[in-house]
């Protein structure tokens, strides 16, 4: 944000709470001008929650009820918190609509199945920014702080070189470009349990959810202080490679506290080995 932007909506906080604004204006005079500033940038951060809780209840309209209009609210709060560490943004919910993002439908599946998690997801960051932002959460309280060098995402070799393969947004799915060249954002709702529902399962049995959305997932997760799924599982992911021969599969390593990506033949079927099929 601007430094215009930041005081055009400081502003626009003050003129829209001005009894409020004078008295704290009062209170922080007597304690000092450079309190002043801590308030404008108390006033900026309701701003912005203010903001964000209009656009989605105009974006939702009676999709949702209270209770799941809250956890998509959380989840782009949290997906929020992800992209700013890398200066990414994600579209608002009303965004997603424009684009024929069916949220009538999300609702509803929302409502009726608890785990499934609402994820905005970047498409075209590449395999850096995505080790970036898995850096940043290696700073961070959480799953993924790492006392050790190196980072917590590690991709095996085939999912390294064809990494563009699975840094393709999901077919048919409405795109919302944004504002980082190159990048765009989608919105599903992606099943969250700590293991896939049901287990043992080839490549076949899809759809999968894509690679950034499962990243985008852990990472949302470990910010909310949530564990981390696939500790003890694999999920299959979108887009097979090796020309249709290999598809990547995801888990989490919580001995050395990574996210690994490796890729097995699409007829595997493990028992530990399951999809995660996404809604939108």
Known sequence: MTATESGDRIRLVRALFPDLARELDAALAAAGGSAS????????????????????????????????????????????????????????????????????????????????????????????????????????????ARSVGGSPLVLGGEAEREFSLLDRAPDGVPVVRSQHAGTGWTLRLVPAGLAPAVLGLSFEHGPHPTLPEMLMLQLMRAVSGEPLVDARSFTWLAHPLAGGRLAARHVYDAAERAVRINCREIGNQGPHLGARPPIG
């Open 37 to 144: 500033e801590r308030f404008d940038a108390w006033l900026d951060r309701e701003a912005e929650h203010l903001r964000s809780g209009a656009l989605a209840s105009v974006a939702f309209g009676d999709a949702l009820d209270q209770a799941q209009r809250e956890r998509f609210e959380r989840a782009f709060e949290t997906a929020r918190t992800v992209g700013g560490w890398i200066g990414l943004a994600p579209p608002e919910p009303e965004a997603f609509a424009e684009a024929g993002v069916d949220l009538d439908g999300l609702g509803a599946a929302l409502a009726a199945d608890p785990t499934l998690t609402p994820v905005p997801a970047p498409f075209g960051i590449g395999a850096e920014g995505w080790r970036r932002l898995y850096e940043r959460a290696a700073s961070e309280e959480g799953p993924l």
